[in-house]
Every structure is written in structure tokens, then in C-alpha cells.
């Protein structure tokens, strides 16, 4: 059973695409997050989403956009991609009590050309 | 803001032997969290260990345990008897309790774990 998943795993999409990365969590956790990882590996969090309410939204162009449909769902949306989106995106879930352990999803892959 | 830091870029121990991962980290809150995240080429973020801050006890998990000194701020790791299946980025990250929760984590920038035969 996927606890928490994301389609796709690899994206490949050229400068200026408007581009979206979908994620779900079958754990019933109520918040869910989306970090970054650079090519250095440097994970970040961009957002966190509690009961479909943004919580936090770090330093992120306004070209990021989250969206949750349900708390199982949080989508990223990005518009006007740039070389320097390329990276692997994280999608992960919690609760908001407690331990919070994060459980994370297996990544995606985009390349921006 | 907190800040995470892991001054191993990489790290090499042979199969068995015992390897310990340092992590040190900057905040001014009393209470919170800290976890040890193992990244293997799969990418997939696996959880190792957590830890309480309000815990003295230091948290163990079969062959990984940590070495908390809350005072100095730091969060290490060890991993004894080492095995192939442990060669991974090992990420340190820091998790705030106040905020009502749904915080994020802060990562280190990560230590590359080679193990060797």
C-alpha cells in the first residue's frame, strides 16, 4: 500500500511551461508539505497545508501555487518555469499533533530545458 | 530561525564497524524536535530516529542510536555494525513545536555514507 504518493516521477518540460505535480496520502494525516530538493541535495520546505488552510509559504516565487482539493490532496502548480525549478519535489504528510513524524513521498524529478 | 548543520560532507567505514554522523543545530527554543532522515539512491526519505527534546534519554532504534546534548545543541548519530544497505545521504532535521505544529522540517545540507566491503 502507497502511503503517500506523486505522479509524475520524472518531468522533463521546457522553459516557461505551466507544469503541475500532483500528490496524495492514504494515511489520513491532516497536513500536508512540499519541499525541494536542490542539486546539491539541499531539501527545503516550500509550503504545509493543515485541514486545506496554508500554514506557512517560505520564500517562494509566486509562480508556486498549491492547491488541495481535500486533505488527501495537495498539488503543486508551477507557471513559467525557469531553468533554476529544476529539482526534485517532495510531497510529504503528517499530523499536526505529536511526534509530526513526516512521511514523504517518492519524489519528482523535473528538468527544465 | 533555526538552522541545521552537518559539518561531514561524506563519511567511509568499513562493513561492521561503528560510524557516527554529526549534526549540530541553532535555536533558541526549549522544546522541539529532532529526526535523522537516511535518503539511498531510491531518493525515498526514510525516517532512522527521532527524538524529544524534553527527553533525556537518548533515543536508540535496533543499530542506530543517537547522542543528544541538548546544552551544546548537538544530534549525532551512530550506527554500529554497519552493512551495505546503510550506504545513503543521512539528512539532520529540526522540527519546532511551537507554531501550532504543522511546521516544517530543517534540514542540514546531509552527510554521504559509503560503506565499504
Known amino acids: 500500500d502507497t502511503a503517500v504518493s506523486q505522479t509524475p516521477k520524472y518531468l522533463v518540460t521546457q522553459m516557461g511551461n505551466d507544469k503541475s505535480i500532483k500528490c496524495e496520502q492514504n494515511?489520513?494525516?491532516?497536513?500536508m508539505y512540499w519541499y525541494k530538493q536542490d542539486s546539491k541535495k539541499f531539501l527545503k520546505i516550500m509550503f504545509s497545508?493543515?485541514?486545506?488552510?496554508?500554514?506557512i509559504n517560505e520564500t517562494v516565487p509566486n509562480r508556486f501555487s498549491p492547491k488541495s482539493p481535500d486533505k488527501a490532496h495537495l498539488n503543486l502548480h508551477i507557471n513559467s518555469l525557469e531553468l533554476g525549478d529544476s529539482a526534485v519535489y517532495f510531497c510529504?504528510?503528517?499530523?499536526?499533533?505529536?511526534?509530526?513524524?513526516?512521511?514523504f513521498g517518492p519524489g519528482t524529478r523535473l528538468t527544465v530545458l | 530561525a533555526q538552522t541545521v548543520t552537518q559539518s561531514q560532507p561524506e563519511m567511509s567505514v568499513q562493513e561492521a564497524e561503528t560510524v557516527t554522523l554529526s549534526c549540530t543545530y541553532d535555536?533558541?527554543?526549549?522544546?522541539?524536535?529532532l529526526f535523522w532522515y537516511k535518503q539511498p539512491p531510491s531518493r525515498q526519505m526514510i525516517l532512522v530516529i527521532r527524538?524529544?527534546?524534553?527527553?533525556?534519554q537518548n533515543a536508540t532504534e535496533n543499530r542506530f542510536s543517537v547522542n543528544f546534548q541538548k546544552a551544546a545543541k548537538s544530534f549525532s548519530l551512530k550506527i554500529s555494525d554497519s552493512q551495505l544497505g546503510d550506504a545513503a545521504m543521512y539528512f539532520c532535521?529540526?522540527?519546532?513545536?511551537?507554531?501550532?505544529?504543522?511546521?516544517?522540517?530543517?534540514f542540514g545540507k546531509g552527510t554521504h555514507l559509503i560503506i565499504q566491503p
Open positions: 510529504a504528510s503528517s499530523y499536526i499533533e505529536g511526534y509530526n513524524e513526516q512521511f
Open positions: 535555536t533558541s527554543e526549549s522544546d522541539y524536535y
Open positions: 532535521a529540526y522540527r519546532t513545536i511551537s507554531g501550532g505544529g504543522a511546521d516544517g522540517l530543517t
Open positions: 497545508y493543515n485541514n486545506k488552510e496554508l500554514i
Open positions: 494515511l489520513g494525516h491532516d497536513t
Open positions: 527524538q524529544e527534546a524534553y527527553k533525556q
